[in-house]
């Protein structure tokens, strides 16, 4: 066998009994060569934590990474701090403060930065404690796991110079295919690299992209009060709507830019994959993108073996239409209709129309859609939520049609 430190920083709060657990797992950054302490570049996300009423523990994960098989160290070593802290809050004297009864060992949630958010999904998976997880720019290496059905919360900076496949992506596909009942948010950070996340990782991984638009404080400030949130959300202690799926989506998240993406049992995929779209002044094709597609560059199918099917429609200087097939017609029992939407080209007089089989419509205005992609290139989907209540005049019951207008530009949907 071998010999690894056990070690890490824990921040509690002051009082509080049976205190919800948050550990926090640092990626790979060197190799797991030397002795760096990237567990230490998230002491400040741990003491946020605690202020806002949790047991938090970075743990130091480098002897893991240093080894080929990283993933089962990983593991057994997250595992051997949760025994150990599961011990301390039994009474055990194993730590310089006594954590008699203040420690909820059983309701763990997971925080993991690069190949430590990989780590923390799979963790996610295998571990019956684990009441959530948080994957900050994860790297990927299996989409297809063995989903746990509880809430999950990715954050993907725009401009990741490390993970530059955009690899988070990857994982929403085949938790929609897993029919999970609990939400899943895709958040992406505008302006945000992969490396500040970390105060021990202090260079710009996205200078080949012009450089971060945010500053290293920006992007901690930014993941504390996330992935707090987050736990509030998974608790129960609020959370402000963080994972309310049928809530107004936010265009920022404490005053930055975001772009994000829903998955939620209380939503149900309307949309037709079997049928080609009809069209009125606008030119529309059926694409299917998959691990092995080369020629659209899109993150979504990434690394899986599922294939995503979508609609493009192009328009040129004239309003037009592109009719979205739906499986039903039936829209009476939703609260809202949501799309995800990426611009190829800028897309101007975007709307949405909703027509009954009486023939009455009524649309809503988008107005212009920009283009979202990554530094890397990658064209990035975006959700856009409709709350059905806008439709005024139309027999939501039995719809006809599902429109979606522009008069310029190309759009997936």
């Not at 419509?361 to 988008?366: E, G, H, I, K, Q």
Request: hydrophobic share 40%; proline share 4%.
């Amino acid at each position: 066998g071998a010999t690894v430190p056990i070690r890490g920083w824990l921040a509690l709060p002051e009082e509080g009994e049976s205190l919800p657990l948050v550990l926090i797992l640092h990626g790979n950054h060197a190799g797991g060569q030397g002795e760096a302490r990237f567990d230490e570049g998230f002491s400040n996300l741990a003491e946020y934590l605690a202020r806002r009423g949790y047991a938090a523990a970075s743990l130091d994960l480098q002897s893991a990474y240093a080894r080929r098989d990283d993933d089962v160290w990983t593991a057994e070593i997250a595992r051997a701090h949760l025994d150990l802290l599961r011990r301390a809050g039994g009474g055990e004297a194993l730590f310089p403060l006594d954590l008699t009864g203040r420690l909820d060992p059983d309701r763990v949630i997971l925080v993991g930065h690069s190949r430590g958010g990989d780590a923390a999904l799979n963790l996610a998976c295998a571990w019956e404690e684990a009441a959530g997880v948080c994957a900050v720019a994860p790297n990927l290496r299996q989409a297809e796991k063995d989903w746990r059905d509880i809430p999950a919360a990715i954050l993907v900076p725009q401009l990741d110079g490390d993970v530059d496949t955009m690899d988070g992506y990857a994982y929403l596909w085949p938790r929609r295919r897993a029919g999970l009942e609990n939400p899943t948010v895709l958040t992406l950070l505008e302006g945000a690299n992969h490396n500040f996340f970390n105060a021990k990782l202090t260079g710009d991984d996205a200078e080949p992209y012009g450089g971060a638009a945010l500053t290293g404080a920006e992007q901690r400030d930014f993941l504390c009060r996330y992935a707090a949130d987050f736990c509030d959300a998974v608790t129960g202690r609020g959370g402000e709507g963080f994972l309310d799926p049928a809530g107004a989506l936010p265009g920022t998240r404490y005053g930055l830019p975001v772009h994000e993406l829903w998955l939620s049992g209380e939503m149900e995929l309307l949309s037709d994959a079997g049928r080609a779209a009809a069209v009125w002044n606008c030119q529309t094709r059926r694409l299917t993108v998959d691990a092995h597609t080369t020629d659209l560059r899109i993150p979504l199918s990434w690394g899986t073996e599922q294939t995503l099917t979508f609609w493009e429609g192009s328009w040129e200087g004239a309003e037009g239409a592109l009719d979205l097939p739906l499986g039903r017609g039936d829209l009476g029992g939703f609260s809202a209709l949501a799309l995800d939407l990426a611009a190829v080209e800028k897309v101007e007089g975007l709307s949405l129309a909703l027509t009954d089989r009486e023939g009455n419509s009524a649309a809503v205005a988008l107005g212009a859609l920009e283009p979202l992609r990554s530094g890397s290139g990658y064209t990035l989907f975006s959700q856009v939520r409709f709350p059905l209540d806008l439709f005024q005049g139309v027999d939501l019951d039995h719809i006809a049609r599902c429109s979606l207008l522009a008069e310029g530009g190309t759009v997936w949907v």
